[in-house]
């Protein structure tokens, strides 16, 4: 009980800490997923390949030099180590493509806690990813940034919902003094058929928290997805679509895992 009750006093500090206005927005598009209660176990390493493409998107830059999304391809590796102790660490290296060639796009390296999981007994899945980044000044005006994600979600029965409230952070010129920038990520899925699940992501970006929210002006993404748990490589994909004018009209996503030794 003890123990419970410190693991959820630790996680609304962090909630806490999240709301102090040292905040940026982050606008590289190289990873789209919502966050569940997968996890590495200790020793455990594994790979998964993010990749998504624009085939109809804002053409539009939000700042002189910055790369569009439009027509282009980002292609994201991430290596993941289980640490032990509900631990996970992460590394991204991002590309992505300009006028027809690909270019490096940032460096970033998470850290995944996990300290409720239905699988050792709680009653819901619950932790906070926590990831800094590195990012090339074409696809973001703050060279470094963070970004602190809580996860929470359940399975009932074929049934998996999980759901992720979003910090972005800056942490360079020129946003270091702004509010927060909060989105949401969010997953409904339904399994079909043994490692096969049909379902929906909802992604939205909100604003800075000290801003009044205009739908038209914030980015709105919902998906249409497949995953497959299964072997040799697991992976999802999805066909999403932007309902408001300040989000790509068409976007491709797919996510490959392949264990390592």
């Known amino acids: 009980m003890f123990k419970a009750g410190l693991r959820l006093r630790v996680i609304w500090v962090s909630i806490s800490l999240a709301l102090f206005?040292?905040?940026?927005?982050?606008?590289?598009?190289?990873?789209i997923q919502v966050y569940d209660d997968a996890i590495n176990a200790k020793g455990e390493t594994s790979l998964e390949v993010h990749m998504n493409s624009t085939p109809r998107g804002i053409q539009t830059p939000s700042y002189p030099g910055e790369v569009m999304s439009n027509?282009?391809?980002r292609v994201t590796p991430e290596f993941a180590y289980g640490l032990g102790n509900n631990l996970e660490a992460g590394l991204y290296i991002s590309y992505a493509s300009n006028d027809?060639?690909?270019q490096y796009a940032a460096t970033k390296l998470r850290m995944k806690w996990l300290p409720y999981q239905e699988e050792h007994g709680d009653l819901f899945f619950a932790g906070v990813n926590l990831e800094l980044a590195n990012i090339q000044p074409q696809f973001d005006e703050s060279r470094?940034?963070?970004e602190l994600r809580f996860i929470i979600g359940k399975h009932f029965d074929e049934w998996?919902?999980?759901?992720?409230p979003i910090f972005d952070v800056a942490l360079s010129q020129p946003y270091i003094h702004q509010a927060p920038y909060f989105s949401t990520a969010t997953r409904i899925s339904r399994e079909i058929y043994g490692d096969l699940a049909l379902g929906v992501e909802y992604y939205s970006s909100l604003n800075q928290i000290n801003q009044p929210v205009n739908y038209q002006n914030t980015q709105q993404l919902g998906f249409l997805m497949m995953y497959y748990d299964g072997k040799p490589i697991a992976f999802q994909a999805g066909v999403g679509k932007g309902f408001s004018n300040s989000t790509d009209s068409l976007t491709l996503k797919a996510i490959f895992s392949f264990p390592l030794p």
Do not use: C
Request: no cysteine.
């Open 160 to 164: 998996l919902i999980s759901f992720n």
């Open 21 to 31: 206005p040292v905040v940026g927005h982050a606008v590289l598009q190289d990873e």
């Open 144 to 146: 470094y940034n963070g």
């Open 71 to 73: 027509n282009g391809i």
């Open 100 to 102: 027809s060639k690909f």
